[in-house]
Each structure stands twice: as structure tokens, then as C-alpha cells.
């Protein structure tokens, strides 16, 4: 199985995805006791949005549990046009980010979600720094489950983060903070809370740090490797399981380096890639670049987690990281991320996701590509598609302009 895997791939495989498996397979485990012994555990579970302040809850003994996460898991397992068909059916339009869609048909039949669906959560947590339509999906689970909502709002940065939007953002935290601890029964442990940004420190740093060698000619990591690699340090931030992994990734990576292995056959092009992962077709749409020897040696999509904390006090760190988020800033200072992206990665192009459900990664992206191509002077390829539908992937026209954009570079 793992020999025809690889040549499907046309890229080397991870030894360090076993240990993967094994965590977030632990992961999905505890997440899932709490279908059965949440109440007896002492724990809540929370249902948080994937930008939301994890190292808090953590701090107030609160399990997180990621939508977004389970709906990939949805679509890479093939369930999502089933359960967007039941929320449509409720009445959600297709138009709808289809995250929220799968999530809300799961919600409505968990018979026909992978894993049984998520668990009842105890309360929702959701922060708006990387999409708006969280705010309307969780005031739709709010009341389905009769549960509270915390809301944590950051204003859009135009430009730098200003003292007043720090404080803003901060204020909301302290108020959040007095309703966890209603919620709990319990006072927040300052010293726990920073013990959990410690922890979420090392991590993130680990894995900025096994990004940064995908700079060596040829890469070890390539786009799938990336996207599969980044679940821990989504739900995982702020624990010993996600560091531990991320220990062993990084010294599998650096021995690629070492060893001057590349994660695919010969690679002659590199690229930059732009946007979420087109997870129904997410090995057979890279293979079509890979097979060319075009390796995508970083994106934009999980370095959204390859950032540094911000400094001062727990609360103040929080407020700062958390408003900083690329999703959360300007056309010019993501294009300026891109333009930097490709320097530093010596990248050869990049290819942008318009991503038809997210609108905030997707609709300013033409503006941002012709930018980049006017300061760097590399190609850019947009592909019109969708990160967890299906349906809105049309095959012919994707390897059409594929296939035209890889010849341009037949020379190198």
C-alpha cells in the first residue's frame, strides 16, 4: 500500500506521519470521550473557531474542539456533498462557506458524518480575525445546542496594530475571561496561562523552524506535506503531544536537508501557493505539478501558524497575535507577504486558490497577484475552486490552465 501511495503521490513520504497519525488519532479519541464522559470529566468541551485564543481555554481546562478541522476531514473522506445537501435542504444556501455547510449537515445528521460527527459541545468560542462567517454559523449552533457564545472581535488592520485596537481586543479578553470563569466554577491560574504560552511558543517555533528548511534546493516538504503537518499546531497549541511531534517533523526534515533529499523527483520549479488546501482533491491536484517536477515549497494557508507571539503580558500577547493575523490585514501588506514569500524561498511562481467559500482569502487576491507580479516579475496562476466542495471543482479547465501555466516554464 505504501509503495503504490508513493508513486500515486510522485512525492516521499514521511516516516514522522506514523507518529501523526498517533497523535491526532489520540486527539479525535479524547475529543470523542467527551461524547460520553464530558460531564464526569470535569471538562467542557468547547467548539472554537481555528483562530481563536486555544492557550486561554487551555489555561481554564477547557478541551477545544475545531469545525474547520472536522469539515476537511469531511471532505478529504469524501462525506461533504451529502452533508451540504442536508443543510441546504434545512434551508443554508449553497452560496455558504462550505466548512459551515458540512459542519451544520453533521450537526443535523451525525449519521452521516465521518468520526460520528463532533461531540455536543458545552459552549462556543469564535473570533472573527480570519472570517466574518463564523459569527452567523456560531449564533446558528448557539441556539440549536443552547449553549453559551463567546465572541472575540478584532478590528481589520488597514495598516499597523494601533494601541487602540490592542486595547479593544484586550478588553474583550478580561470579559471573556470573567464568563469562562463563570462557565467553569473557576478563577483563572495566571501561572497556568503562562505555562500554556510557553508551550505554544516552542511549538510555533518548531514549526517556523521546519518551514524555514524547505528554503534548501531541493525542498523536503512539499504543499500536501505541509497541509497534513499543520493539524497539530491548530488544535494542538499550548500541549507536550503537539511539541513532541513537531520535535521529530523538524529532525526528519532537517535530515532531508542534510542529505540533500527532496519531498518529490526532481525538482526544477518552485512555487508559492496562496489560499486553503483543495482537500477533495488534495494529493491528485498536486500530483498534476509534481509529475512536472513543481514543488510548492511554502504557502501563505499554514503560515498563518508560523507566527511569533507578540510580547508583554499573557492577556496582552494574546490580544496582539491574535489581531495580527494575515487573514486580518490589508491587500498590500499580504501581497507584501507573498512578494517576500518568493524572495526568500527563491520560488519560481505562485499559484493562488479563489477559493469559492472564503471570501475574505479570496476576494481581493486578484489585485494582490498582479501586485506580485509586477514586483517580482514570476508568474502567477489563479485556479478557481473550492477547499472542501466538491462540486465547484471542475477537472478539465484546472488541468487546462495547469498544464499552460507549467509550460511557461520549459526553459528552466
Not at 470523542?32 to 483562530?51: D, E, F, I, Q
Not at 463564523?134 to 494601541?163: I, M, N, S
Not at 491528485?284 to 514543488?295: D, I, R
Not at 507573498?338 to 486558490?353: P, S
Request: include cysteine; glycine fraction near 4%; aromatic fraction near 10%.
Amino acid at each position: 500500500m505504501q509503495v503504490s501511495q508513493e508513486k500515486r503521490r510522485n512525492y516521499r513520504p514521511l516516516v514522522s506521519s506514523k507518529t501523526l497519525q498517533k497523535t491526532m488519532g489520540r486527539y479525535y479519541a479524547l475529543t470523542n470521550y467527551h461524547r460520553y464522559w464530558g460531564k464526569l470529566m470535569r471538562r467542557p468541551l468547547a467548539w472554537v473557531t481555528s483562530g481563536a485564543p486555544v492557550e486561554l481555554l487551555r489555561a481554564f481546562n477547557i478541551h477545544s474542539a475545531y469545525p474547520e478541522q472536522y469539515a476537511a476531514i469531511y471532505s478529504a473522506r469524501n462525506a461533504t456533498v451529502n452533508l451540504c445537501e442536508v443543510a441546504e435542504a434545512a434551508g443554508y444556501s449553497q452560496d455558504l462557506c462550505s466548512y459551515a455547510r458540512s459542519n451544520i449537515g453533521g450537526v443535523l445528521r451525525p449519521d452521516l458524518a465521518p468520526l460520528g460527527g463532533m461531540p455536543k459541545p458545552d459552549l462556543l468560542v469564535a473570533c472573527n480575525n480570519i472570517c466574518g462567517t463564523v459569527l452567523k454559523w456560531y449564533e446558528v449552533l448557539a441556539r440549536h445546542f443552547d449553549v453559551p457564545l463567546l465572541v472575540l472581535d478584532t478590528p481589520f488592520l488597514t495598516g499597523e496594530l494601533t494601541t487602540q485596537a490592542k486595547e479593544y481586543v484586550l478588553e474583550q479578553l478580561n470579559a471573556m475571561v470573567t464568563d469562562l470563569e463563570k462557565i467553569t466554577h473557576r478563577r483563572l491560574d495566571e501561572k497556568k496561562l503562562a505555562q500554556q504560552m510557553s508551550l505554544s511558543r516552542e511549538i510555533t517555533s518548531l514549526w517556523i523552524e521546519t518551514r524555514q528548511y524547505c528554503r534548501a534546493s531541493p525542498s523536503p516538504l512539499n504543499a500536501p506535506d505541509l497541509f497534513i503537518n499543520m493539524a497539530p499546531i491548530v488544535v494542538l497549541r499550548g500541549s507536550h503531544e503537539g511539541i513532541n511531534f513537531y520535535r521529530k517533523l523538524r529532525d526528519e526534515v532537517k535530515e532531508r536537508v542534510d542529505l540533500a533529499q527532496g519531498a518529490i523527483e526532481n525538482e526544477r520549479i518552485r512555487l508559492v501557493w496562496d489560499n486553503i488546501a483543495i482537500w477533495p482533491q488534495l494529493f491528485s491536484f498536486y500530483k498534476m505539478f509534481s509529475e512536472k517536477g513543481a514543488c510548492f515549497v511554502t504557502d501563505t494557508y499554514s503560515g498563518g501558524w508560523a507566527v511569533e507571539q507578540a510580547p508583554g503580558t499573557p492577556l496582552e500577547s494574546l490580544a496582539a497575535t491574535y489581531t495580527e493575523v494575515f487573514l486580518n490585514r490589508s491587500p498590500k501588506y499580504r501581497a507584501n507577504q507573498l512578494i517576500n514569500l518568493i524572495k526568500e524561498f527563491k520560488a519560481d511562481g505562485f499559484v493562488m486558490h479563489s477559493n469559492r467559500s472564503c471570501k475574505p482569502y479570496s476576494l481581493v487576491q486578484e489585485v494582490i497577484r498582479k501586485e506580485v507580479i509586477h514586483e517580482t516579475g514570476v508568474p502567477g496562476l489563479m485556479i478557481e475552486a473550492d477547499m472542501a466542495d466538491p462540486r465547484a471543482y471542475a477537472e478539465e479547465p484546472v488541468r487546462n490552465r495547469v498544464q499552460a501555466f507549467l509550460e511557461t516554464f520549459d526553459d528552466l
